[in-house]
């Protein structure tokens, strides 16, 4: 993944931009993703309070550990890959993404 100036101000709307839109799409023709990310989902609904900026936080936190662990992004559902699928899902149906605001 590319980090680009900025990422950080607005960590929900650049990962919907960097990575989201395009799994959330591929969600539609595979039940098999759809399960994976709402297991995700699960966990996160669970460990979290879902507000926008605890999921902010939470994911800022996840990509650092990601970098640190030098992770790309290769197309493939791998478990990093559907943690951050899953929190793009839940920004999405949570209405975190709808105001403009910084999320």
Known sequence: MVFEEGWAVSPLR???NTLGD????????????????DQHAAVLRDAIPLDRETLGDYLLGFL????ERAWVF????????????????LAREEGFLEDGLPA
């Open 14 to 16: 650049w990962l919907m």
């Open 22 to 37: 395009a799994q959330l799409a591929r969600m539609h023709g595979d039940p098999g993703l759809v399960a994976a990310v």
């Open 64 to 67: 650092d550990e990601l970098r």
């Open 74 to 89: 290769t197309g493939e559902p791998d478990a990093a890959a559907l943690r951050l699928t899953a929190v793009c899902w």
